[in-house]
């Protein structure tokens, strides 16, 4: 089985690196990934609609909001987290998408073995990774899901 067999095609399912973060959530939150209906966790940015520029994740959100040093520290004595959330979602809203993604991006070709494609997941932890075509065009992209799902699939007698 080869990547190209499982891998989601990209068409609209995709973020510009000039989008708002409130535009790339609910972009986000409105694409439904394959089959499943799930909502995706990640897009890919693309320049132009066609050059990989980065990926955007859930995680590149929610540390957009919260980042590592907002730390409750028990000495504080009466500080509260009441309202922050809503007031950094409010300063994170109109941030640059290129701003906060991910711009290392480790890719795949659709003729790459679910092997491969398996193992550079695991390897270097990736929830999803780009397929491109030699020619540095983004056809698709495999979430963990679609090589669970392809497991699944083998598992449980589906053809």
């Known amino acids: 089985m080869l990547v190209k067999d499982i891998m989601e095609p990209i068409t609209t399912n995709w ?18 990934w394959g089959l499943y209906g799930a909502s995706v966790n990640g897009m ?13 994740s859930i ?12 730390v409750l520290d028990e000495n ?9 959330i809503e ?11 290129k701003d906060i993604m991910s711009a290392s991006v480790l890719t795949i070709t659709p003729e790459a073995t679910l092997m ?9 932890q990736l929830q999803r ?3 491109v075509e030699k020619s540095g065009a983004v056809v698709g992209i ?5 090589l669970y799902m392809a497991i699944t699939n083998l598992m449980c007698g589906v053809k």
């Not at 890919?44 to 955007?56: M, R």
Request: charged fraction near 30%; proline fraction near 4%.
């Open 15 to 32: 973020l510009s690196p000039d989008m708002t973060l409130e535009d790339a959530v609910c972009k986000l939150e409105q694409t439904k």
């Open 44 to 56: 890919v940015v693309l320049e132009d609609g066609k050059k990989l520029v980065g990926v955007l």
């Open 59 to 70: 995680m590149n959100v929610i540390r957009a909001v919260i980042p590592s040093y907002l």
């Open 76 to 84: 504080l004595g009466g500080f509260t987290w009441d309202g922050m």
């Open 87 to 97: 007031e950094r979602t409010e300063k994170a809203r109109g941030r640059k998408v």
């Open 116 to 124: 491969r494609c398996a193992d550079t997941m695991i390897e270097h």
């Open 129 to 131: 990774v780009p397929v």
């Open 142 to 146: 495999v979430h963990i899901r679609d």
